[in-house]
Nanobody, 115 residues
Framework: QVQLMESGGGLVQAGGSLRLSCAAS????????MGWYRQAPGNQRELVAD???????NYADSVKGRFTISRGNAKNTVYLQMNSLKPEDTSVYYC?????????WGQGTQVTVSS
């Protein structure tokens, strides 16, 4: 069973930066994709960015050029560097790991951007 532990959310002013971290533990298949999704109240959960085990990245248009996703050397950690934050980035951010066996979610971390 895979578990995901997120950290790094918080309150920041518009234009500021935050870095989210997510560490995966348990039985992780070596071929996988890790990513970050977000969900604001009343909205559907949406992809922010993901990265596969080969290093290929994918970003939502709304965050391109501002956010950077990366994986740690151990490959079981994913980071989301968020720069030039906007009030519309306010949301609960969820870490996700999917492989051929499972699709696992973290508990979520709140990011609030004040104007």
């Amino acid at each position: 069973q895979v578990q995901l532990m997120e950290s790094g959310g918080g309150l920041v002013q518009a234009g500021g930066s935050l870095r989210l971290s997510c560490a995966a533990s348990g039985s992780i298949f070596r071929v996988n994709t890790m990513g970050w999704y977000r969900q604001a109240p009343g909205n559907q959960r949406e992809l922010v960015a993901d990265i596969n085990s080969g290093g290929t990245t994918n970003y939502a248009d709304s965050v391109k050029g501002r956010f950077t996703i990366s994986r740690g050397n151990a490959k079981n950690t994913v980071y989301l560097q968020m720069n030039s934050l906007k009030p519309e980035d306010t949301s609960v951010y969820y870490c996700n790991l999917r492989d051929i066996y499972a699709n696992t979610w973290g508990q979520g971390t709140q990011v609030t951007v004040s104007s």
